[in-house]
């Protein structure tokens, strides 16, 4: 049975989960913190959410939304299948949950990134509808 819920409260469970899947989706070594969780919950434009099966934290995904004089858009954030339960379509149920909220707001866009070599996941956005746009990514980090 697959539930995905929004988080709306900080618990262990979610810190060490998060955890878990974010390390699993970054090269880089990430602490996520019971902090950085209030800070989401707390936030009018990011929600985050995890995908249970049964009683155990498989996934999850981060929704952000931008308002723009281009319009509402929402960024897909953060989605990831812990390694244990991939190929399984899991990944597609989340990020249909996804296009779900988002689809529930009204006209909007629903924007992502995601690298080239990640073959599957390109693949599974392409057959849920997403279309490549032609454009560059550029990132700039601060310490």
């Known amino acids: 049975m ?16 998060i955890n878990l899947l974010l390390n699993q989706l970054s090269s880089e070594k ?11 919950i707390s936030s009018d434009s990011s929600s985050l959410y995890l995908m249970y ?9 981060t929704l952000c939304a931008c308002l723009s004089p281009t319009g509402l858009k929402y960024w897909l954030e953060d989605v990831v299948i812990d390694e244990k339960y991939r190929g399984q379509s899991f990944g597609k149920e989340l990020v249909k949950a996804a296009i779900g909220q988002v689809a529930l ?10 690298r080239p070599e990640r073959l599957v996941a ?8 997403f279309k490549p746009r032609n454009t560059n990514v550029y990132r700039m980090d601060f310490k």
């Not at 099966?53 to 995904?61: E, Q, S």
């Not at 707001?105 to 995601?114: A, D, P, R």
């Open 2 to 17: 697959i539930t995905i819920i929004k988080v709306e409260e900080s618990k262990k469970e979610y810190i060490d989960a």
């Open 30 to 40: 990430i602490y996520f913190n019971d902090q950085e969780l209030l800070n989401i």
């Open 53 to 61: 099966l049964k009683d155990v934290i498989i996934g999850m995904f």
């Open 105 to 114: 707001k009204g006209k909007s866009k629903l924007m992502l990134t995601s």
């Open 122 to 129: 390109n693949n599974l956005y392409k057959s849920l509808g």
